[in-house]
């Protein structure tokens, strides 16, 4: 499922900053083409008829981009990878778009394989801990200072993930508060970094902590090359659990 040496695609890459030239590196490995490169500087002149050439998109922007990007991919009936965070509340409407476009999408906040099972790992421990009323939960994430969101959208995924499966915490904050119904995420920028998510659950008596730390950017780049390769022929909206079949 996993297997990126498949049949060659022709792929448009979105964004050509450090995630979309290490999609390319590994594309290009594993006998994929890149036909398009759509950049900030060349955006305005890049043509539905262009984009048409491609099996399948990649994209990888900034939050302010994301949705006028995918549009544009549902318009020419290109699938579309989405990995630009910090812009689903606008999920919704894309969702829609892509429906009614007869499209198909997959977005995800991290592509990595380790992350997406760090994923249902917090999953579990979630609904484990939502029993136990001694344990106060909180979140930190690390990025390098380039990261232009914060909370980073895994932290935000881990989060509400946790929320969902503990009905005495009612919401998050990006920071610090004493308020016990409250989950505080807290972000730290530091280069070099790509990437580190940790789950806590303090008690006076003693702690808990899941992590997931990347030592490079390759894990996210080939989990999306491997999203591409899935979305591939298909019609509709689908997540990395597709992907992976979790």
Known sequence: MLNIHQKALKIALIGYGKMGKAIEAIAIEAGH?????????????????????????????????????????????????????????????????????????LTASNFSVGVNIFFEVNRMLATLMSKQENYRASILEIHHTEKKDTPSGTAITLVNDILAHNNKLRSWISGNTDDSTVLPITSKRIDPAPGTHMVNYDSAIDSIQINHTAHNREGFARGALAAAIFLVDKKGIFTMKDVLGI
């Open 33 to 105: 083409a890149i036909v398009l490169k759509i950049t900030s500087i060349n955006k305005a002149s890049i043509t539905t008829s262009q984009l048409k050439e491609a099996d399948v998109a990649i994209e990888f922007t900034n939050p302010e981009s994301a949705k006028t990007n995918l549009f544009f991919c549902l318009d020419a009936g290109v699938p579309v990878v989405c990995g630009t965070t910090g812009w689903y509340d606008d999920l919704e409407d894309v969702k829609e778009y892509c429906i009614k476009k007869e499209g198909a999408m």
